[in-house]
Structures are given as C-alpha cells and as structure tokens.
C-alpha cells in the first residue's frame, strides 16, 4: 500500500512495513467458488444479498409471491387521518401501523378502510378481503361488548373458525386466532399499543413462518432493569423500555404506555417480556431487549 512506503527522490522506494505473498490480492474463487452457495433458500433478501448475487453475475432468482394482507378497521369511532375529529373520535392508528408492519416483513399489505360496527357491513368487507387476500386483519370488535362483532363475522365463515379468543397476554388480551377458507384471520383489539404488540408477537410470526424465514433469528440486547416493576395478574406481559447506554451498561427505563395511546411508543427502544410466572423485575435484573 501506498501509504505505507516512502519516495524521497533518490530512485528508490522505501517500503515501511513487511508483506507477505498474497497480501492486498483477491484471488479467483475468494469471493464464491463455482458451484457454492451463495443465498440459501427462504432467506428474506436483504441490500447484502443483492449485493452478492450481483458479484456472482445474477441478474434473476426465483422467488416466493408476496403474501397479500388485508386489513379491516372497524369501529363507529373511527375516522380517517385526514377528517377533522368532532365529539368522541378517535383517528384510524391502527390500519396505518399495520399497513407499515407488514412492509416490513416484505408483504403486500391492502387497506379495506373503515368499517362501522355493523356486521353485515363487517361481513362484506371481510368476504371480499378473504377472496382476494391471503391473510386477514381486522381491528377492533374483538373483545365480548354488544357492539363486538369480529367473533360473529368470522364464525359466519363456518369451519374450523376461531381456535383462540382471548389471550394470557398485557397488553392484548382479548385477540382473535382463526382461520377462515384456509387462510388466517386475527381480530386484533382496538387500542394501538395492544393492536401493535400483537402484531410483533403473532402476525409477524405467522408471516415469518409462511414464507419459511422461522430459520431467521431475532436480535435483542442485554441490559439491566432500571426499575422495579411488579407483574402477577397471570398474564405474560410486554413492556416497553428506552435503553440508556452507561460507562458499565446499557440500562432500561420503562415507558409506561396506555393502551390507547401510541405516541409513547416513539421514546421507547423496545420491550421486554416478563413471563405469566414471574413476580414482576427488580432493580439491576438482567433482561433481554427486543427491539421495535
């Protein structure tokens, strides 16, 4: 290299540093081997992947269809981004999280809009989600009140129906797991925070799991609670926590979000998971952070 030699002039060239046969040469073959794997199967291509191929010469591959996503907002509260809120409305959060949750994982997400708490209105919008989509998505109407109307629309589909109603789970408790025409349903609850936790934990599974990328492993980091922070209602809890990087460790503070508001979510690093056993965490707990 260069910068590691001298020319003062005299007709030589000084060279500082020892090197050995090979050094700063790639070779043929280094990069792939004829015949060697380049990108195993049910990988999700990322920019690196690309990448290679085209240092190998691949113009083309094969690869699987996208998987179409339907998503379905139901409620009289609802409005539009766009519409000036008046009275009790609340704006549509969840179509616009899950419509960008889905590009995430490489799907084709299809927004059916918002639907009023009517389950003749629900159930055309939802017949025509299934026919033209692979999965289905609806928020809100999952829980058990009179105007709930997710679990009658799906049971309406006939067999096998609804597997799950109601998980051990804070927050997103009252979920829906069903499938409808060989495709899979989920009601999600309305609230934002246990709509996109939900999302995290069971849609972005079944999606990884269709499109064979369960190979896949999920990052987390190591930190240290913060905070005490008890938890014994019997459910698996997920709370979300800003990481704060010091000399010795990265510690986690919780975010304490309601369930309906999802701008806390935008302090938070990501969550940790504390299991339907556990008390609660102590101050200086080891704990693995999943990131968002």
Do not use: W
């Amino acid at each position: 290299m260069i910068e590691h030699t001298d020319d003062l002039g005299d007709g030589f060239i000084y060279v500082n540093k020892s090197v050995s046969p090979g050094n700063n040469v790639i070779y043929k073959g280094d990069d792939a081997k004829a015949g060697s794997v380049i990108i195993k199967a049910n990988t999700l291509l990322k920019p690196k992947d690309i990448g290679a191929f085209a240092a190998a010469g691949v113009s083309s591959v094969l690869v699987k269809k996208r998987i179409k996503a339907g998503i379905i907002s139901t409620g009289d509260e609802i409005a539009d981004i766009d519409e000036t809120l008046n009275g009790a409305k609340v704006r549509d959060v969840n179509s616009y999280t899950l419509y960008a949750g889905l590009l995430e994982l490489g799907t084709q997400p299809y927004m059916y809009g918002i639907v009023p708490d009517s389950y003749d209105e629900i159930r055309k919008v939802t017949d025509r989600a299934l026919r033209e989509c692979d999965i289905v998505l609806i928020s809100g109407g999952s829980s058990v009140g009179t105007y709930d109307m997710t679990c009658k629309v799906i049971d309406s589909f006939g067999k096998p129906g609804i597997f799950v109603h109601g998980i051990a789970m804070k927050p997103g408790k009252p979920t829906i797991i069903a499938k409808v025409r060989d495709k899979a349903i989920f009601g999600l609850p309305g609230h934002p925070v246990s709509a996109y936790f939900i999302f995290k934990v069971f849609v972005s599974h079944t999606f990884k799991v269709l499109n064979g990328l369960n190979h896949e492993f999920k990052t987390s980091i190591k930190a240290y609670t913060a905070f005490n922070f008890p938890s014994n209602d019997g459910r698996e809890e997920y709370v979300p926590v800003r990481l704060e990087e010091t000399e010795r460790k990265i510690l986690a503070h919780p975010v304490f979000a309601k369930s309906g508001l999802i701008t806390t979510l935008t302090e938070a690093s990501g969550y940790i998971k504390i299991s339907r056993g556990a008390e609660g965490v102590v101050a200086g707990q080891e704990v693995e952070v999943l990131p968002f």
